[in-house]
């Protein structure tokens, strides 16, 4: 059980010795390369302490000054408190420009100061938050590479029985819609040679005309007076010539400053929230974006393109965590079925600009100059936000080094449900990484307590994170801050250990859950309660499962075996759940047609998809009601034909005997104390490595049944102790008995059998 009075004085004179010897005779470590196929032996060995490189960071505000005396006393302090990381964020009220020849040399000391000490240095890539508008430089210096956006700029209104005849609209107007208020469908209004045509009919109509213009969300920026937000704007992040002017502006400089620090002691950037718009009465737009279109999908998007702006759909922002029951739209967007396809199609052409032009590029560039980029997006709490203004949390992410979430607010506190960080580490699972991170603390209403911060790193350790930053110490503060409690170090220690040992080998999980992004594309969101609710199950189960996506599986990264799907990290899949969707790509179902086949368990719960679509949404097929290869659970509930579906478990609880839990009415009985048990595993070349966390309120006595044969050892993060634990062999599988007081986390390992 994690308790401050069990760390003995000495354990943390050993813990901080073997820091000073260590990070000098270490070898360079990219953390974030290639799955790391670790045996037992060096993980035994690093575990006590882990390189640096693997280090959790604290976010290092630079408000003010912050000069030498303050960079010194500043990192004096981390160290003194366990970080072996920092992450600089420029901050308010500085004496000179963000981005100025002042700011890169104040950086370069501060790094050469954080190399004597042994510790990382990782960069904040923007001056504040959404990553992307360079301190504003767009705004001044680039202001033809500002973000673009379709916006409705003149409305006509056309009285019912009468009509338009060769309406003169100016050269700028791209396309138009009819819309009306007595519930009739959208109608599109074609534009010939800049005159339009239309009959009104028995209907009052607004006929909406839609061009393109710079629009951007405010930003946070840094030298600022108070704490609102500027109206600088964000680059045109679908351009690639307006992301390398960003790249040039920032990264190229900072590589100029640091020299070979830069991919030694400096790890890398980490971005911030991109996202294209944060208003819905607008659409994503780039000048290339009509032609890349065209070439993409094979028809001219013009006619459709007001309909993205006609009948916005409905958000629900600064929702702390989902609402339960999730709340009805304000008002149904009236799109024909055809504009719904042509959505599809539109937020699959620009989330591809938005993944390659941006995240990709610069990944590319700290790829080449051997350092990492992280980030995460905007809403991963609520992903119908974030598939209108993020595209696809999947395909964004999968493109850089470290993929992330953000946990804020207190989303994730004790007694809540949020299980939105499986997102990044399903996408870090997925595509081969080793790392997922997790920006934590920030704007959290409560301040936690050490014992509550562990339970928040615990959460999302369990549920796939394995890197984290701790938000939030301004420079040279002498203000209260959570970290300055004493037990931040036994924390850190605890944190760097646990991590370092669950990023070692590959995930373990056996499940893979399909995530309709093309579904939320088409605006319909009914199926996202439903997706919390079976994530939910299935941990409540004691299933692991990592999401999937379409592009998974068309560039091939899920490959298909006999009865499994292998991903980029060599995991392997043997059931597959497709949530409730409207349509899944050709691509993909071939994959799972293939996947059934060759013995994979595929279950539908919930209802199943409608359609097939391969280049465009507007050419789809039916979906095949003659395969017969699954299983299917309409209801959403945990029931006999969903248990049927699932694999061998890699644990299960024994005792007491566990309640399946039926339902009636759609209700759960009182959850009993392992309800609240999860886990998570990696699999060593010779070792499974398990994660168990009691998340809930009640201490917890039962034995868990693991699959795996082998000599069981307890791995004690706070001390970097490795004891030997009591077990049974019986049928090639090891029991073991635990007693598990509230939010207490245990890590052990199942060495293989000679």
Known sequence: MFRMEKITFLAFIVYFASLSLSFTAQAQIKSWEGIFQTPLATAQKNF??????????????????????????????????????IIIEAGNNMPSEYLSDDWFKRVATAVQEAKKRGMKVWIIDEGKFPSGFAGGKFSRERPDLRMQALVVCDTLYIAAETSLNNHAVESYVISAVAINDAGQPNRTVEITDHQINFNAGEHDWQILLVRSDFRSPSVASVNRSGMSRERYSL????????????????????????????????????????????????????????????????????PYLASLVARPSPHYYFLKTPPDPFPAPMYVPLRTEQEKRFMADYWDVWSEL????????????CAANGVAFITHLDNEHNMPVLARTGGSLFRNLSKIQIPGVDAIWNQIWPGRVNDFPKLASSVAHVYGKPRSFSETFAAYDSVPTIPQAKYIVDYQIVRGINYFEFMFWPAGSTRPN???????????????RATYLMAQGVPGARIAMYYPTSTLWMGNYTGFPHILSITASLLQHQYDFDYVNDDAFIEGTLSVGQGYLKNSSGQKYHTLIIPSADVISESAWEKIEEFAQRGGKVLFWGKKPDMLVGKSFMNPIPFPVDFVQCLAEPSGLWTQTVEAAMPAPEMRIQQPPRPRRPQVNGELPPATPTDFIRYTRRILPDADVYFLFNEGEQACTFTAEFDKAGEVKAWN???????????KVANNKVTVNFEMAAWESRIITIHNRE
């Open 48 to 85: 006590a302490t882990p390189p640096a490189e693997f280090a959790s960071h604290v976010i290092w505000g630079w408000d003010g000054n912050v000069d030498l005396k303050v960079i010194r006393a500043d990192l004096d302090t981390f160290y003194n408190r366990g970080f072996r990381a």
């Open 354 to 365: 938005f993944a390659v032009n941006f995240f990709k590029q610069e990944a590319d560039w």
């Open 235 to 302: 680059s045109d992040y679908l351009n690639p010539v307006a992301i390398r002017q960003f790249i040039d502006w920032t990264h190229e400089q900072y590589k100029k400053y640091l020299g070979k620090e830069l991919g030694t002691t400096v790890l890398g950037f980490r971005g911030d929230e991109s996202a294209i718009t944060q208003t819905s009465i607008y659409a994503p737009w780039t000048p290339a974006i009509a032609d890349i279109f065209k070439q993409k999908k094979g028809y001219d998007p013009a």
């Open 717 to 727: 993060s706070v001390t970097g102790d490795i004891t030997d634990v009591p077990f």
């Open 482 to 496: 959570w970290m300055k409690a004493p037990g931040m170090n036994a924390l850190n220690a605890h944190t760097n």
